[in-house]
């Protein structure tokens, strides 16, 4: 039971004394405003990150020694890209996940009313979720480099650019998602099981799909994150094969476009 | 920043209606409300839950769309300006506007960079918001270690923090102990008062809509069923002139007297005269001597307004108090 019980000061005085002065907002002004808020917390608690920080490095030093060595440190330069790609399907398709409790305790209504561009919102929240993998690739590469992986920045900072709209896309489908399953929270859950291991294991990051039967090679071929992993690959190498790197932004803009405009929709229509 | 200096009603509804489908069933949560209000009024929906209060104030706000008909808020179309409307608007919803993970200077912030302030103007505002509504000790906790009524003040200053000229409250004060509950009504009320600020609130709470609003609108079944001040609508129902005298005789004696009362409706109960009279309160010292001079002395009398309730039950034959379960403080801790 709440005890301070003063009565506040004349809140409607008080409201007069800064004229309030309402502009316009840009685009980025609205998704730097969401962005700013959804960092907050993470700034204030570091910890939080650091223990997400642990995953991906278990995958490293528990599978990668797994992999056949063909003695020049390639296992690692094979493993790295891949590790860093899962890691952003990984935290992108946990965006919703935050959003559950937003829209239980009403923070999320009041955006929704606010002025804020529901685009921005979705983007503002899934670029939260690449400051974490931001960290997390740092952290994975200065493990590995003195384990011989060839450490190639201007490659690497491409690789990660690169990862932007997808993680915007598949965040602005888990926020999606998150919406439609308020109610049932065990849903978001499962479809974001049910979607997030298929999508790994095709795209061939933890093993190579070399061998793998024709109908297996079809639909690793479809999916987008194959052909993100393999540009990543060969970013990370400090190579730039033009046409792998197309397929890898087109298959990464198509995922960021498709989501952002399902996660539009799906908003608009919230209740 | 926008003057809406247009006359007429600043909210209008055109047969506003929403249905929602579960399962096979259809529920009409708001039918075919029809509804203006001008600007600077403060108006309270009063109805049982369930009776489409929020699934009103949730269409005027953008958050759900109509099924049909049509609503504009501040002369903007609540379906095709939705951004207009939103711009236009504070809206303080059932549940905190502030994260239960942030905290509230940063969310007050950033509802103030939302619209549109400068970074400057945006940290004096929330000074003052802070300030005014006693929170500037709390503001750099985290939401969720505030109490009920912390977080409700707050929820109530970020609605604010862009001084919208239209303000609406949903439930604002469910869960607060009572004197939180005083303390929110007086802000609303200087609030409409000092800055001339329209506000549209939804509660269950009779005492609230009587004591705050200038003007009731009962909704029950998703329908208005009354539209008037609450003095109006008590006045209409008329007061109840309890008169006990010293015998039943005596009593029907009076009863025949107190009958040429214009508009009164007259009940005898043993020794006990019951009247129900528009201006019960003026007419009843003047029929106590009136009584005493025709030899049936009043030994004792008893005036007792109406209240919303009576109101309520005298439109629908139930009575809003049976759903008043929650009226204790319980969430507010």
């Known amino acids: 039971m709440s005890i301070s019980l003063t009565t506040p000061a004349a809140p409607a005085a008080a409201a007069r004394r800064t004229p309030v002065v309402a502009r316009p907002v840009g685009v980025l002004a609205d998704i730097g405003n969401v962005l700013v808020r959804e960092l907050q917390p993470v700034l204030r608690q570091p910890a939080s990150v650091l223990f997400a920080m642990v995953q991906p490095l278990v995958f490293l030093g528990l599978f990668a020694p797994l992999l056949p060595d063909t003695g020049d440190g390639s296992a690692l330069q094979w493993f790295v890209p891949g590790i860093v790609a899962m890691t952003a399907l990984m935290s992108a398709s946990f965006t919703g996940a935050n959003l559950s409790e937003e829209i239980v305790s009403g923070s999320f209504e009041r955006l929704l009313v606010s002025p804020v561009r529901r685009s921005s919102l979705m983007i503002g929240k899934a670029l939260r979720e690449m400051v974490p993998l931001v960290l997390q690739t740092i952290i994975i590469v200065a493990v590995a480099t003195p384990f011989g992986f060839d450490l190639h920045v201007g490659g690497i900072l491409v690789g990660m650019a690169l990862l932007v709209p997808f993680s915007v896309g598949l965040g602005a489908l888990s926020l999606a998602l998150a919406v439609a399953a308020k109610e049932q929270a065990w849903v978001f859950w499962t479809v974001q099981q049910t979607v997030i291991f298929p999508l790994l294991l095709l795209a061939g990051v933890l093993l190579p799909l070399d061998g793998a039967p024709g109908w297996l090679r079809t639909a690793s071929d479809v999916n987008p994150l194959t052909h993100i992993v393999e540009a990543e690959r060969a970013l990370f190498a400090g190579s730039f094969p033009g046409e792998t790197v197309l397929y890898g932004a087109i298959a990464s803009l198509v995922v960021g476009v498709l989501g952002l405009w399902v996660g539009v929709r799906r908003m608009n229509r919230a209740s | 920043m926008e003057n809406n200096t247009t006359h007429g009603p600043v909210i209008r509804t055109v047969g506003l209606t929403r249905h929602f489908t579960r399962g096979k069933q259809t529920i009409e949560a708001v039918r075919g409300l029809d509804l203006e209000v001008a600007a600077g009024e403060l108006v309270a929906f009063l109805g049982p839950n369930g009776a489409g209060k929020s699934t009103t104030l949730r269409m005027l706000t953008t ?15 609540v379906v095709r300006e939705r951004a207009a409307v939103r711009r236009s608007i504070g809206y303080v919803g059932q549940g905190n506007a502030a994260g239960h ?223 008043q379960s929650t009226t204790t403080e319980g969430a507010a801790a």
């Not at chain 2, 958050?63 to 179309?77: K, M, Q």
């Not at chain 2, 600020?197 to 079944?221: C, F, P, Q, W």
């Not at chain 2, 005789?249 to 508009?263: F, I, M, Q, T």
């Open chain 2, 101 to 323: 993970q942030f905290r509230g200077r940063d969310e007050i912030m950033c509802q103030a960079r939302a619209h549109g302030l400068s970074r400057s103007d945006a940290r004096r505002r929330t000074d003052e918001l802070l300030e005014a509504f006693d929170l500037a000790e709390h503001a750099d906790r985290p939401v969720a270690q505030l109490s009920g009524g912390q977080r409700r003040r707050l929820d109530v200053a970020i609605g604010l923090v862009q001084e919208p000229p239209i303000l609406f409250l949903d439930e604002p004060s469910t869960g607060l102990d009572p004197q939180n509950r005083v303390n929110l009504q007086e802000q609303v009320r200087r609030l409409n008062a000092d800055l001339g600020t329209t506000i549209v609130l939804t509660t269950h709470y009779l005492e609230e809509a009587d004591a705050l609003a200038g003007r009731v609108i009962v909704i029950d079944h998703g329908e208005v069923i009354a539209d008037d001040s609450a003095a109006a609508l008590k006045s209409a129902l008329g007061d109840l002139v309890a008169l006990s005298f010293a015998s039943p005789d005596a009593a029907v004696a009076a009863a025949a007297r107190a009958d040429r009362v214009p508009g009164a409706q007259v009940v005898v109960d043993g020794a006990r005269v019951e009247l129900r009279a528009a201006h019960g309160r003026d007419t009843a010292p003047g029929l106590v001597t009136d009584l005493a001079a025709a030899g049936t002395p009043v030994t004792r009398i008893e005036v007792v307004g109406p209240t919303l309730d009576d109101v309520f039950l005298n439109l629908t034959g139930r009575s809003l108090r049976e759903n």
């Open chain 2, 63 to 77: 958050l759900i769309a109509p099924t049909s008909g049509s609503a504009t808020v501040a002369g903007h179309d």
